[in-house]
């Protein structure tokens, strides 16, 4: 399975971007896609997850009801939309993909065993 992600940028705070990942390979392994973020000198953190089947979606708190994640099967795309940015979420934002089901909370510590190349979103102040 690969990921190819695209979108990233230089956007103002409060604005919004969109990021896509597009998938390709063994698509019909993968239950669900995720996406993560790792901004300067920081760790890499979970930031949403959604079922590549069903379309069901988990939201880290700390970017809830700002982001929105979605996904265009007949695509094989997966896309995350952020909004009303703030410089803090400058960071390279990563799409991973993942064979195990989850649910709620847990598709934050499930394992990810497919990762994009990553795509920097700078939000200036």
């Known amino acids: 399975v690969q990921l190819q992600a695209s979108g990233g940028g230089l956007v103002q705070a409060g604005g919004s971007f969109r990021l896509a990942c597009r998938l390709s390979g063994s698509i019909f392994s993968i239950y669900g896609m995720g996406w993560f973020r790792q901004a300067p000198g920081k760790e890499r953190e979970f930031v949403a997850n959604i079922n590549w089947r069903g379309g069901n979606s988990y939201y880290a708190d700390s970017v809830k009801g700002r982001v929105t994640i979605s996904r265009d099967n007949a695509l094989n795309t997966g896309y995350l939309q952020m909004d009303s940015l703030k410089p803090e979420d400058t960071a390279v934002y990563y799409c991973?993909?993942?064979?195990?089901?989850?649910?709620?909370?847990?598709?934050?510590?499930?394992?990810?065993?497919?990762w994009g190349q990553g795509t920097l979103v700078t939000v200036s102040s």
């Open positions: 991973a993909g993942t064979n195990y089901h989850c649910s709620g909370y847990d598709c934050s510590r499930i394992q990810y065993s497919y």
